[in-house]
């Protein structure tokens, strides 16, 4: 390696830290409130990078929020692909994720926060959660392991309902929410076709341990 490509390189580092300081301010900001109505100064002071950082990253607020969320996706796909590894039962990998989501809203909360107040516009994005999700569905029905028949359909109901218990999971954090989440898979199974006997099995199986 040259000298002269040890300064590039180290200014590349230096660039990519800096945007990923952004992306990681602007996750804190949507897991604390959903609200993107903060200042550029007020995301900089946060990410803790000079205010002209951040257009040499990002062309403006939206973009950056839609990178945090993105961002958060991708992490939160990346962390079911490693722990749901070795699981060929589609419809456990759809329980098993559905589950371990809703016990991610305490290992996990910031992650599962940016989901929850971001999530719904992201249903069918072509990253993160969604193309993982139809493709277990896919397979499910390819199989005949789960007998509907369109599965972006199925991948509306599943991605609104997950949505639907983390809300549950943060509005009422009383209740149980591993039980909640088992018979919410449960009936989402039931739903894709898998017999009632079955999906009450599969929807209690044991869940890989995420520490």
Same mark, same amino acid.
């Given at each position: 390696?040259?000298?002269?490509?040890?300064?590039?390189?180290?200014?590349?580092?230096?660039?990519?830290?800096?945007?990923?300081? +952004? $992306?990681?301010?602007?996750?804190? !900001?949507?897991?604390?409130?959903?609200?993107?109505?903060?200042? !550029? #100064?007020?995301?900089?002071?946060? &990410?803790? $990078?000079?205010?002209?950082? /951040?257009?040499?990253? /990002?062309?403006?607020?939206?973009?950056? /929020?839609?990178?945090?969320?993105?961002?958060?996706?991708?992490?939160?796909? #990346?962390?079911?692909?490693?722990?749901?590894?070795? !699981?060929?039962?589609?419809?456990?990998?759809?329980?098993?994720?559905?589950?371990?989501? &809703?016990?991610?809203?305490?290992?996990?909360?910031? +992650?599962? #926060?940016? +989901?929850?107040?971001?999530?719904?516009?992201?249903?069918?994005?072509?990253?993160?959660?969604?193309?993982?999700? +139809?493709?277990?569905? #896919?397979?499910? $029905?390819?199989?005949?392991?789960?007998?509907?028949?369109?599965?972006?359909?199925?991948?509306?109901?599943?991605?609104?309902?997950?949505? %639907?218990?983390?809300?549950?999971? /943060?509005?009422?954090?009383?209740?149980?929410?591993?039980? %909640? %989440?088992?018979?919410?898979?449960?009936?989402?199974?039931?739903?894709?076709?898998?017999?009632?006997?079955? &999906?009450?099995? $599969?929807?209690?199986?044991?869940?890989?341990?995420?520490?």
């Amino acid at each position: 390696m040259s000298t002269s490509a040890l300064p590039r390189n180290r200014f590349e580092r230096r660039r990519a830290e800096t945007r990923q300081a +952004l $992306v990681r301010a602007a996750r804190r !900001i949507l897991a604390e409130t959903g609200d993107t109505s903060a200042s !550029i #100064q007020a995301i900089a002071e946060r &990410a803790d $990078v000079g205010f002209g950082s /951040f257009y040499n990253h /990002f062309e403006s607020k939206t973009e950056l /929020f839609d990178a945090a969320v993105k961002d958060a996706l991708e992490e939160l796909g #990346q962390t079911f692909d490693e722990h749901l590894e070795g !699981i060929d039962d589609p419809a456990e990998l759809v329980a098993a994720g559905f589950r371990l989501s &809703a016990s991610m809203a305490d290992s996990r909360p910031e +992650l599962m #926060q940016v +989901l929850r107040h971001r999530g719904l516009g992201h249903i069918h994005s072509d990253s993160g959660l969604a193309p993982r999700a +139809l493709r277990d569905l #896919q397979v499910g $029905v390819a199989s005949g392991r789960f007998t509907v028949v369109d599965p972006l359909a199925a991948l509306t109901a599943v991605g609104g309902s997950l949505l %639907a218990l983390l809300e549950l999971r /943060f509005a009422r954090p009383e209740l149980d929410g591993a039980e %909640a %989440a088992s018979n919410l898979a449960e009936m989402l199974l039931r739903m894709l076709g898998v017999p009632p006997e079955d &999906a009450r099995d $599969v929807a209690r199986r044991p869940l890989p341990d995420l520490d």
